[in-house]
RNA sequence: CGCGGAGUAGAGCAGUCUGGUAGCUCGUCGGGCCCAUAACCCGGAGGUCGGUGGUUCAAAUCCGCCCUCCGCAACCA
């Protein structure tokens, strides 16, 4: 059965503007996406926005406009960086779109019905900051919100609860049953110790206190409150409890199908907690992996509109284009971990992989091809009779292993640097092979060995790189001269090139003079 | 003692789970090559692995204590 693939970002909330730490995540998310469509697997990549809540209708109301009218323009924001970004998401969530509210409100008729969710009224320690209650152990002696730690106060407020304690078990199995249902595992850790361990209250899934939400069908005074509403983004968007639930189906009820939250630290209680008991509530599957990636930060440390260190991506997608961007941001940062977002090293990676690696090989192989061979591509053959041969054969067989297995990992990084390699080893061999010396030679076997594994060598970097190099890499392929459609099937085709007219145009990525490069970007940043 | 992450060559990181010649990328210095985008290839220098005490034949790696930095609280993945 052929397999396939569903991948979800965070909704972000918009409340400002997006800025370089949610394109490093959404990036991410299309780079997996693309592998899986490049590999066959039916995709599905679905983004979008979380519109409802007290700070968008404050923000709204700040603004003279209604929150409908606020969020509209701001989602025509985010939609128009991820087209910058060459996102390829299948679909745009809003959380205000009638097919979400309706899955919504059914849902929460259903809980209600089975008794998932009843009416109480909760006393407790309530920050009104973050719209959340929290226990007498959670708040400390102080009485401070562990979220945001300001004053909390004892507040009693008509709320419909979810009834945590049912599923509780049931999360507890999750977690021991799937080792990689949240990674990295730090992150299931610090669920376990904050929130299970001292005791998990039950989460309060409806407001009074604001209505700009999903108002309780059975209660409209009630609003339905943020995680309730938000999390089901990933199913609503799939048709769920709707008149056309094909998708759904394809999707989310598939065995098939890997099933992957791609999320910040901030919203992993979300989803590593209330998500799945929602789902069992349902009796619905799980997903198969909830990955928690990690922040891009500045010298300055987190990037906040405080500090005004926050980074507009669109400058530099101007200034360097989406491929470098994209290389980027999959590359530099370790998935999983913090990074750091520097001028130099933005500049270093770009010239390194990008410049020196894969474009000055594809231009010295093409100048090469023209040189001997006026341009066309000879007979792909190997040199029994020289090591090297066998050596970059085995690396380039290798690499598209290693990329493969990473990638089935979410590892973009490491599935990156093994991409690499090909181009490293190939440019290593030039020297090793010495084809200027070789033309001299009257059996030109050896020459055309070296010539066709290089052009073989570019040919599989573009197709594995593809998926980060949305341009770049249909732009090494036709200066290979082939068509620029990328097909992973002939992959390990040596023959693909065989009697090709080449087509050698400027370098793929000029290098970048770093000095003044730096410069542009430090004034980018400080545009705040 | 709020929770969590981190401290390894000039910079950024891996290695720590499963102790045993300290590694990668970049920079730097020297050499090579000439097909190429001052690129590419080879080699050298540079680290008492935050500190301290302990376990051990042996510790970056395991255990104890201490120090420093960062994130989680303000619009913020």
């Known amino acids: 059965m052929k397999k396939s693939f569903y991948i979800t970002t965070p909704i972000y909330y918009p409340s400002a503007k997006l800025h370089i730490g949610h394109a490093y995540c959404t990036t991410l998310c299309d780079v997996l996406a693309r592998y899986h469509r490049l590999k066959g697997d039916d995709t599905y990549f679905l983004t979008g926005s979380d519109e409802h809540g007290m700070k968008i209708e404050k923000n709204a109301a700040l603004n003279n406009k209604s929150p409908q009218e606020f969020v509209d323009e701001i989602v025509v924001g985010?939609?128009?960086?991820?087209k910058a970004l060459d996102i390829s998401n299948d679909d745009y969530i809003r959380t205000t779109e009638k097919r979400h509210v309706e899955t919504v409100q059914k849902i929460f008729s259903y809980f209600l019905k089975n008794n998932d969710i009843y009416l109480g009224e909760y006393e407790g320690w309530y920050c009104k900051e973050c719209e959340a209650f929290w226990t007498d152990i959670q708040v400390g002696e102080e009485h401070l919100c562990p979220d945001c730690h300001r004053p909390v106060s004892k507040a009693k407020e008509e709320a419909y609860f979810f009834k945590t304690s049912k599923y509780l078990d049931d999360l507890l199995k999750i977690y021991d049953s799937n080792e990689k249902f949240i990674t990295p595992e730090s992150r299931k850790n610090e669920m376990i110790n904050t929130f299970i361990k001292p005791g998990l209250e039950d989460l309060c899934v409806s407001r009074t206190s604001f209505s700009w939400g999903i108002p309780v069908k059975e209660n409209p005074k009630h609003v339905i409150y943020v995680w309730l509403d938000a999390l089901v983004n990933y199913i609503s968007a799939l048709g769920?409890?709707?008149?056309?639930?094909?998708?759904?189906?394809?999707?989310?009820?598939?065995?098939?199908?890997?099933?992957?939250?791609?999320?910040?630290?901030?919203?992993?209680?979300?989803?590593?907690?209330?998500?799945?008991?929602?789902?069992?509530?349902?009796?619905l599957p799980l997903p198969n992996r909830e990955f928690v990636h990690g922040l891009l930060m500045t010298k300055d440390g987190k990037m906040s509109k405080s500090k005004g260190n926050t980074i507009d991506p669109y400058p530099l997608i101007e200034e360097y284009g989406v491929d470098a961007v994209r290389y980027y941001l999959a590359r530099e940062v370790n998935f999983g971990s913090d990074g750091q977002f520097t001028p130099e090293?933005?500049?270093?990676?770009?010239?390194?992989?990008?410049?020196?690696?894969i474009g000055n090989l594809l231009n010295r192989t093409l100048s090469m091809i023209n040189k001997y061979y006026d341009g066309v591509i000879p007979q792909f053959i190997s040199n029994i009779n020289n090591p090297y041969d066998s050596d970059l054969d085995q690396t380039i067989i290798n690499s598209v292993k290693e990329y493969e297995e990473c990638l089935n990992d979410l590892r973009v990084t490491d599935a990156l640097i093994a991409a690499t390699k090909i181009g490293a080893r190939a440019n290593k061999y030039i020297d090793e092979t010495t084809p200027w010396v070789l033309a001299k030679q009257e059996d030109k076997t050896p020459l055309q060995s070296v010539m066709t594994h290089l052009?073989?060598?570019?040919?599989?970097?573009?197709?594995?790189?593809?998926?980060?190099?949305?341009?770049?890499?249909?732009e090494i392929l036709l200066q290979l001269g082939l068509d620029g459609n990328i097909n992973y099937e002939t992959i390990l085709n040596q023959h693909i090139l065989d009697n090709v007219k080449i087509n050698k145009g400027l370098p793929l990525f000029p290098r970048l003079d770093e000095t003044i490069e730096v410069e542009k970007i430090k004034q980018m940043m400080n545009i705040k």
């Open 78 to 82: 985010f939609k128009k960086l991820w």
């Open 240 to 283: 769920y409890l709707q008149k056309d639930d094909t998708l759904f189906k394809k999707f989310w009820l598939n065995d098939n199908c890997e099933k992957v939250h791609v999320l910040g630290a901030d919203i992993t209680r979300f989803h590593a907690i209330y998500w799945p008991m929602f789902l069992k509530a349902l009796n």
């Open 345 to 357: 090293q933005f500049v270093e990676r770009i010239n390194m992989d990008l410049a020196n690696n």
């Open 455 to 474: 052009a073989y060598s570019l040919y599989v970097s573009a197709v594995l790189l593809s998926i980060v190099l949305t341009r770049k890499s249909k």
